[in-house]
């Protein structure tokens, strides 16, 4: 690793400004960027002061000249360009979902193997407001927890006169997922669920299409169970008329001394509610990237173990698929 770490950007759509911004905050240098759309990446390119600009993955690693690659295309981009950093030595971060389905994840890992550092970008985790209740968990204030309930509502994809469905307009992809909420969206409160209580193993499962139009599903709840008789649900739906476009979250966690809440923007412990400590999320949502990049770099100059690496975010998209499975869906290999 060079002093400052050089880093190449693959993918320049919407979620590309908060790792760009992650990266300069984490005082990486990235040297070069890639997307299909020359235009988008020229743009980013000139926004962030990035030399280099390329249109294909091969032509990016042929140049060479970086220690790591973000990989923040598109979902059936990353095995591709993931094996293709793991053949020139390049280390490894790339957005969730790591594949689009287990078996895709399994092969990656297993060709990637130990060639190269490899950490996925499950964010939800580094959010400061889920981080406040899983320091509080940490510290002690509700015991061991016992039993969990995670909800995300949202009118995103609700219809709107004369306009597209706000989701679509910020994620047009969505029109062509098969699997929507789920997979996209729930998978991040699957993988808080295991991060705040350990491992899951999914009971039951039912989804539904509330939006027209849609392949995939806009409407979840999920039952699952962990060690020594702890239950969670999660539940979820983007089609909920009155609520903001972008969805919110709500956690509760009962404990053996205690419960918290994270409602929005506020966590608070049950009988406390006046010490709640509110959090500003949309002023603070740049912190999930930059910690998640900080953490990256200092797993790569330290040796020490990614909290998101390839193997653990493995057993997020186990848990993520056989909720669909759950819910009678097939899952193609």
Not at 168 to 179: E, H, M, N, S, W
Request: net charge neutral.
């Amino acid at each position: 690793m060079s002093a400052r770490p050089r880093v190449a950007l693959v993918g320049a759509g919407m979620i590309s400004l908060y790792h760009l911004r992650a990266w300069q905050g984490a005082g990486a240098e990235v040297v070069a960027i890639c997307d299909l759309d020359p235009a988008k990446a020229a743009a980013r390119a000139a926004a962030f002061g990035i030399a280099r600009v390329y249109q294909s993955p091969e032509a990016l690693f042929a140049a060479g000249g970086f220690e790591c690659v973000d990989i923040a295309a598109s979902v059936g981009a990353h095995a591709p360009v993931a094996r293709l950093a793991a053949d020139h030595g390049v280390h490894i971060m790339v957005q969730k979902p790591l594949c689009e389905t287990v078996a895709e994840a399994e092969a990656l890992v297993t060709c990637v193997g130990a060639r190269v550092r490899f950490m996925v970008r499950e964010n939800y985790r580094f959010r400061p407001h889920y981080m406040t209740v899983r320091r509080w968990i940490d510290e002690g204030r509700i015991g061991r927890p016992r039993h969990a309930a995670i909800s995300c509502r949202g009118s995103g994809l609700c219809p709107r006169p004369g306009e597209v469905p706000f989701l679509i307009q910020r994620q047009p992809y969505l029109t062509g997922f098969k699997r929507n909420l789920v997979f996209e969206t729930m998978i991040h409160h699957l993988d808080v669920l295991r991060c705040l209580l350990g491992p899951l193993r999914v009971v039951a499962a039912r989804l539904n299409r509330l939006a027209e139009g849609l392949p995939g599903e806009d409407t979840a709840a999920i039952l699952l169970e962990g060690a020594e008789g702890l239950i969670a649900t999660a539940d979820g739906s983007l089609c909920a008329p009155g609520y903001p476009p972008l969805h919110g979250d709500r956690l509760e966690v009962i404990g053996t001394r205690g419960t918290v809440v994270m409602e929005l923007n506020r966590v608070y412990l049950v009988g406390a509610e006046q010490d709640a400590v509110e959090v500003d999320l949309l002023g603070r949502y740049q912190e999930c990237f930059t910690t998640a990049m900080t953490a990256f770099l200092a797993g790569l100059r330290d040796g020490t173990p990614f909290e998101t690496d390839r193997l653990d975010n493995l057993e997020t998209l186990r848990l993520m698929e056989s909720v669909y499975r759950a819910a009678g869906v097939q899952v193609t290999p």
